[in-house]
């Protein structure tokens, strides 16, 4: 009997058919035995909050039950990655959107989270004085418990990728403030900071010094700054630490810079959010090589010392540690959420282990321009410190 040969478009419809209909049965799989889910695609990028079940009549009756059960099924689906960022390709490439939540596309393709535009935009004169007028008394008694204690302190302000790069972005909401609130206010809260004696660091304006340079301070698709600023700013922390100190405490560290592309790491945060089936990250982005005298027997790995602040300051513990030998730092994610100490996460801190600040020889805090004066764990720290 001849052989049955069947065309490449039939053999292509036969395994269209069959994973139609195998997609249910995979779904099911995926509910039940989780750890061994099949999927289709690259994870998607963001955290999701799970819907919990609620098995009551009040949870049925309301629809909370229901739409916790939709949820889990749709998310069982072997094709929901690929399906998700397949649309957002298409939302993307036609429309030039972002579909996801909080994020805006400015010009040149520049990527950045709307809520720092949202801050920008809302900045008026004299609100420098309104922050100041705040966080001066907080800093002030910060500042006193440690260096009455013979330890060293300093504040730090990091910039923001719109103040850097307005003319990309101002365009894409209202943006009712002047030009002259927004390009004061940095400068005038860090005037009046230096007035009440707190010794501050002000790598904002610096690093919106930047703009001659080749490489912009912040990449298209990432909202925080690139390696280079980050390594200038990091070396501005040095130098301020040993000037306070009066000697090389923190050990002196060069670099020298190349340009990569496609984008790596923190340069494309926001091009992952937005997960497409093509991520926007062929741009060119500096890579540093790093040098420094070693470590061993440096006063700087015998330092208990504490970084607080925010997702800017996270390479830049990295730096301390490794280039400046601050080896024994401890970084607090807004001081609560999270430390990180010696390349080792701890989550859920408890109020010993927040306490643990109050021994430290050196503490550096730091906030982004976009919120100064305005982030709860400056309240949370001063609590401490102030607290027998």
Partial sequence: MAAI???PGRWLRRFAAAAFVAMPAWTLWNLAVPSH????GPALVGVTQEVPFDLSLHGFLDGALQKAAALRIADAMPLRRTLIRLNNQIVYSLFG???APGILIGRDGELVQRSYLEEYCSRTIGQADA????AIPLLRDIQAYYRGR?????????PSKVADMPDKFT???ACPSSPQARAELVPAYVARLRAAGIDVLDLATSTHAMQSDATPPFPRGGVHWNELAMARGSRQIVDAINAEAGRELLSPFSFTVTVSRPAEGRD?????????LVAPIDYPTPKLTFSHSPCAGREATRIDAALVGTSFIDPVSEVLTEQACLTKLGQYFYLKLGRSRGGVRQDHLSDADLREVRDVDLMLLEENESLIGRQQYLSLLHQ?????
């Fill in 5 to 7: 040969k069947l065309s």
């Fill in 37 to 40: 889910a099949v999927r289709i």
């Fill in 97 to 99: 959107e972002i579909t």
């Fill in 131 to 134: 922050m100041a007028d705040a």
């Fill in 150 to 158: 013979g330890k060293l302190f300093l504040y730090i302000v990091t």
């Fill in 171 to 173: 365009h894409l909401i």
């Fill in 268 to 276: 494309r945060d926001l091009a992952e959010l937005a997960n497409l």
């Fill in 384 to 388: 401490i410190v102030t607290t027998p």
